[in-house]
């Protein structure tokens, strides 16, 4: 079967952010409750405590069983509930896995449409609770409130705050590791979204927050500043570039983002990024 636009885009991310964040499932503790787990694929939070464990996104399903074997190191059990940030495979890849262990996968309603278009009406892929807006998980002594941002990386992206360990999860909102994000534009995300949903955050968290992106190290909030004024420049050259109805083959001619004089992952490519950027901007 011949794959669509958006399948090439999706598919290339999958495979190469596993060949970017190649190695163990290591966890880093964040709080007294909730830790960062590292691998292949997305970030994960996991929160344990007296109430049991939930995680924050399942990475690969090749990776379950060493991700359920690391939380193990912290607390004997499984997790009762997986959130999804968002519907893309390195971050979902795991849910069918946890599913069938016990877990309740939660996310937003385009997260369930997206991953029902992918696995099928009733797979064990799709999250058992959706929602529109918001929600909150009141387990091991905290709120977390699970907030859509719409048309930021994807469609159905949700960040989630835990308000009294002053802990962030962004998802692929934030890339951290000194780059530019992937825009989803087939998938219904844009640039002015991310910056929006990055500017809400940052106006919502404090100095001593620590952020956990999607992909790249634990940040904080002057880290997520600098990566929202990266955004915004790049929206600005391109938009420069853009004017007087430029075709994208002239922008990609023009290279506006080489002013910025970044390094660029080989699963992202500059070109790959500036015609995402083109088609979100256009």
């Known amino acids: 079967m011949k794959k669509t636009l958006p399948a090439l885009i999706t598919g290339l991310l999958l495979s190469t952010t596993a060949q970017a964040d190649d190695g163990p499932v290591t966890a880093q503790k964040l709080s007294e409750h909730v830790y960062v787990l590292f691998g292949q694929g997305g970030n994960i939070a996991a929160s344990v405590g007296d109430d ?44 069918e896995n946890f599913a069938k262990a016990g877990a309740h996968v939660i996310a937003h309603d385009n997260v369930h449409k997206r991953l029902e278009e992918q696995h099928g009406e009733g797979s064990d892929f799709l999250p058992r609770i959706s929602f529109g807006y918001d929600l909150k998980l009141h387990f091991n002594n905290e709120h977390a409130h699970v907030v859509h941002y719409e048309h930021a990386h994807t469609d159905g992206d949700s960040v989630i705050f835990f308000s009294n360990d002053n802990i962030v999860h962004m998802g692929d909102i934030y890339f951290n ?8 534009v087939d998938s219904g995300g844009s640039v002015d979204g991310i910056l929006a949903a990055v500017n809400d955050v940052v106006n919502q968290i404090d100095d001593n927050t620590k952020v956990i992106p999607g992909h790249g190290k634990v940040s904080d909030r002057s880290g997520l500043i600098a990566y929202g004024k990266l955004v915004q420049n790049a929206k600005d050259v391109m938009l420069k570039a853009m004017q007087n109805n430029a075709s994208l083959e002239q922008v990609l001619k023009a290279d506006p983002l080489a002013e910025l004089n970044l390094e660029y992952a080989g699963w992202l490519p500059k070109e790959k990024v500036t015609t995402l950027f083109y088609r979100s901007l256009k």
Do not use: R
């Open 52 to 95: 049991g464990i939930y995680i924050i996104d399942d990475q690969f399903a090749k990776l379950s069983d060493d991700i359920k074997e690391t939380i193990s190191d912290l607390k004997p059990g499984s997790a009762e509930f997986v959130i999804n940030t968002h519907h893309h495979g390195d971050h979902t890849g795991g849910n």
């Open 177 to 184: 590791f000194g780059s530019l994000p992937f825009v989803d």
